[in-house]
């Protein structure tokens, strides 16, 4: 690998004619990294999801628990006769216990009703296991389960829903090998710059379930971010997916500075240039004009 790097350090220095330790302070600046090799496809796959709590303000108020268990692998489906019967809030559940942050389609009294949540995957072979205390900020703890029967080791625990999200975006971007993806979001104010976004689990695990907002193609992302073809493309498996990304994203900010710069300066020239016209056409005073023209036809 590292002599991949220096390969592709010395490939930039010399299309863009400077030495290579400027080549690696810009890059550094710019948070661009090369990924070459992409690490091997890992499997993820449920095996039991169950949450309980207490209903309140509907007909069915009152106590409920639900349990699904030995998922393996195939084909499962949740179906009913009627709508409104919570087969989306199952999987907006385990989104949010995979992720560790609820998405915008769990229905805000579906998340206030749950008070404890666990769910079990098996990541390969390695079983693993979240437990979550959901009233008010969400606690608990990511396990490791032996398949044996034997006591489960606590890789992490959270107390904060910030902290659950990032136990949880820590956990799979090791795992699954996998590195930030950089975009650039324009401004939609013409006098605003845009800015560099940067995605990590929450956009990637979004890709791993298909809902009905049909303004996304992929994911939770629309399609106007940008983010759509770089998921595909790592989920493929190419190679230098998020160094692409990362250059891109940098591109765009060196030339919106630059742009920037640009209307500042003509913004400062024009201003310049009206003052010296107001002043050049400002009325002279009457006085003044009146001893001009004495002074220049004398008596």
């Given amino acids: 690998m590292a002599q991949k790097n220096g390969d592709w ?12 330790t400027d080549v690696e302070s810009v890059l550094a600046s710019h948070q661009i990294h090369p990924t ?28 409920f628990e639900f349990t699904w268990t030995n998922l393996g692998h195939g084909l499962w489906a949740m179906l009913t006769d009627q709508n ?13 216990l995979l992720r560790g942050r609820a998405s915008e389609n769990l229905q805000e009294d579906v998340r206030r009703w749950i008070h404890k949540a666990r769910l079990k995957f098996l990541l390969d072979d390695v079983l693993y296991e979240v437990h979550v205390d959901t009233v008010g900020s969400a606690t608990g703890k990511l396990l490791r389960v032996a398949v044996s029967g034997g006591k489960p080791t606590t890789l992490a625990r959270f107390g904060t829903d910030k902290e659950f999200e990032e136990v949880m975006a820590d956990f799979f971007k090791q795992q699954l090998g996998m590195d930030a993806i950089m975009s650039w979001r324009e401004s939609t104010d ?21 809902g009905t907002n049909y303004e996304v193609l992929l994911g939770d992302m629309p399609v106007t971010a940008g983010l759509n073809p770089r998921l595909m493309q790592m989920y493929v498996g190419l190679p230098w997916v998020s160094t692409l990304a990362a250059a891109k994203t940098a591109h765009h900010a060196v030339q919106n500075a ?7 300066a003509e913004k400062t ?9 107001r002043a050049a ?19």
């Fill in 9 to 20: 350090l010395q490939a930039i220095a010399k299309r863009a004619k400077v030495g290579v």
């Fill in 36 to 63: 070459p090799v992409l690490p091997s496809a890992r499997r993820v796959q449920l095996v039991e999801i169950a949450f309980s709590g207490v209903k309140d303000a509907v007909v069915d108020e009152g106590t």
């Fill in 84 to 96: 409104l019967r919570g087969k989306s809030s199952i999987i907006e559940v385990v989104r949010w």
């Fill in 190 to 210: 013409a006098e605003a710059s845009g800015q560099p976004i940067t995605h990590g689990w929450v956009a990637f695990s979004g890709a791993m379930f298909i």
């Fill in 258 to 264: 630059a742009d920037s710069k640009m209307r500042r």
């Fill in 269 to 277: 020239k024009a201003t310049r240039s009206g003052r010296i016209a």
């Fill in 281 to 299: 056409t400002a009325e002279t005073p009457a006085g003044y004009r009146h001893r001009a023209r004495r002074s220049a036809h004398p008596q």
